[in-house]
């Protein structure tokens, strides 16, 4: 069994940042990849950024150049760290985690951009 767990979310005025960590804990012997998901209200689940097990990057066009996704292997932990917030990034945001076909998620953490 695998569980990730989120945590960093929190409220922030447009302009502001804030960095997500995931840790991930249990049965994982070969990750195809991690990410970060977010849904709005009213929204679709839509993906932010995806960590390969290569470790190539990619990110929905909303947030390139603003969001970055990295790792500590050795923590089996992904971070998000995001610059320059808007109001349209608030929502909860989900870790993503796909070993052998099989996807887990976490329980989500919550990101308000507000002024």
């Known amino acids: 069994q695998v569980q990730l767990v989120e945590s960093g979310g929190g409220f922030v005025q447009p302009g502001g940042s804030l960095r997500l960590s995931c840790v991930a804990s249990?049965?994982?012997?070969?990750?195809?990849?991690m990410g970060w998901y977010r849904q709005a209200p009213g929204k679709e689940r839509e993906v932010v950024a995806i960590i390969s097990r290569s470790g190539s990057t990619s990110y929905v066009n909303s947030v390139k150049g603003r969001f970055t996704i990295s790792r500590d292997t050795a923590k089996s932990t992904i971070y998000l760290q995001m610059n320059s917030l808007k109001p349209e990034d608030t929502g909860a945001y989900y870790c993503n985690l796909v070993a052998r076909g099989v996807v887990y998620w976490g329980q989500g953490t919550q990101v308000t951009v507000s002024s």
């Open positions: 249990g049965s994982i012997f070969i990750i195809d990849s």
